[in-house]
T-cell receptor, first 114, second 112 residues
């Protein structure tokens, strides 16, 4: 069965500092990988996705993520955080090839201090 | 603009009553999903459907029911058998050949 671990429940960074959110997955082969962002009381918005190919993927809002097969990781990064990035971030994994149920991590809440 | 609409945004019900949450999409997506979100637990899959008139149980289907009579609609009924129904419910949809979801804005259900 597929699973996702986000080891950091809560992270606080200063505005302008760099950010890395960790995501580790468990899956038998190379899965589809996603990062979503959720503002309080809202639905989730897709930040970026990895299906295959280049292991460094670019997303919206200046985010990027790197797929590392050897570490079963898909960490999310941003070089300079803005106060508006404060939200909850979810990593998700799915079986490749067809629409399938995604498994989500428990999320990392990002707080940005001014 | 295409999107996925959940209604109502807030819902209050008395214990023992069934309640139906609406989810409608105009994205022409084949697949639709219902997730439940509780603090600290992430999203847990309740039911999903890849085609009309067919759906499958997710990880926490007990106490819930769904229907998929139209491609655009995937309503979720929270029955009185659901022991702890108070939660934030999210509906999502996707194309058949892609895994990335489009989410609705959610329904917060409070049972008193």
């Amino acid at each position: 069965a597929q699973s996702v671990t986000q080891p950091d429940i809560h992270i606080t960074v200063s505005e302008g500092a760099s950010l890395e959110l960790r995501c580790n997955y468990s899956y038998g082969a190379t899965p589809y990988l996603f990062w979503y962002v959720q503002s309080p009381g809202q639905g989730l918005q897709l930040l970026l996705k990895y299906f295959s190919g280049d292991t460094l993927v670019q997303g919206i809002k200046g985010f990027e993520a790197e797929f590392k097969r050897s570490q079963s990781s898909f960490n999310l990064r941003k070089p300079s955080v803005h106060w508006s990035d404060a939200a909850e971030y979810f990593c998700a994994v799915g079986a490749p090839g067809t629409a399938s149920k995604l498994t989500f991590g428990t999320g990392t809440r990002l707080q940005v201090t001014l | 603009d295409g999107g996925i609409t959940q209604s109502p945004k807030y819902l209050f019900r008395k214990e023992g009553q069934n309640v139906t949450l609406s989810c409608e999409q105009n994205l022409n997506h084949d697949a639709m999903y219902w997730y439940r979100q509780d603090p600290g637990q992430g999203l847990r899959l309740i039911y999903y459907s890849h085609i009309v008139n067919d759906f499958q149980k997710g990880d926490i289907a007990e106490g819930y029911s769904v229907s998929r009579e139209k491609k655009e609609s995937f309503p979720l009924t929270v029955t009185s058998a659901q022991k702890n129904p108070t939660a934030f419910y999210l509906c999502a949809s996707s194309m058949a050949d892609r895994g990335s979801y489009t989410f609705g804005s959610g329904t917060r259900l409070t049972v008193v």
